[in-house]
């Protein structure tokens, strides 16, 4: 879609969708992040997370934003030269998945495949060159849309072809995954790979003051996008 009007009428309709989505009983009290605080519609990169964090992007509205993750996620983007009004950056899950006390949770499967027509739908429009997923769940909602056979384990940070662009698997930036999976220094090395396969897009939008980084208390949850 090459008329920017079009693709920005086109996703105001898939946001107000997914805003307006009922489905999981867990979720009926949360709203997707899904809006033009995502990032530019015409993006280098895509990223996909796994769901959005109590204090991240359920809060700030705009993922990996506002917690120690998207401290990290900011780091990383910045260590390839990049800022956040290049790329657009969505979840598996659009609503924070939380516990009756209101905790971050892991999204369960049926969660993923409620939202993952979301996901496609948006592929699909903005078309991006390469598609990086943060997390073992956000690289398995890619299975839903095209099989891949892809574990992070085997697969971290190696290009492959997929639904007619580049994937590239990395680690989620989570203060947990750093320590106990993968180190910020191994996940700035990771990141590096990302670089050969970036194009400049018809420009890029920029993204709310260049994501003015929304401080968080400093709580560690059990993972935050």
């Known amino acids: 879609m090459k008329n920017r009007k079009d693709r920005e009428a086109k996703f105001a309709e898939i946001a107000a969708e997914a805003q307006a989505c009922q489905i999981c009983p867990n979720m009926r009290a949360k709203t997707a992040v899904l809006s033009q605080l995502n990032g530019s519609l015409q ?22 934003c506002g917690d120690a993750s998207g401290r990290t996620f900011n780091r990383l983007l910045a260590s390839i030269g990049m800022g956040r009004g290049e790329i657009f950056i969505t979840n598996a899950a659009l609503c924070n998945p939380h516990t009756e006390s209101g905790a971050n949770r892991p999204p369960v499967p049926s969660e993923v495949r409620s939202c993952n027509p979301y996901l496609r739908r948006t592929i699909d429009l903005l078309d991006p060159p390469v598609v990086v997923t943060l997390g073992a769940k956000a690289l398995a909602a890619l299975e839903m849309i095209e099989l891949h056979g892809l574990t992070l ?11 007619r662009r580049v994937l590239i698997p990395m680690y989620h930036p989570s203060p947990q995954v750093l320590v106990s999976r993968r180190s910020l220094e191994q996940q700035i090395a990771d990141w590096r790979v990302i670089v050969d396969y970036c194009t400049d ?12 980084e929304v401080e968080s208390p400093q709580s560690v949850e059990s993972y935050s996008s």
């Open 43 to 64: 993006p280098r990169i895509l990223f996909i997370a796994e769901a959005p964090g109590r204090q991240g992007g359920d809060r700030t509205r705009i993922p990996m």
């Open 153 to 163: 384990g085997t697969n971290a940070a190696i290009p492959v072809e997929w639904y």
């Open 201 to 212: 897009s018809e420009g890029s939008a920029s993204v709310e003051s260049e994501l003015e």
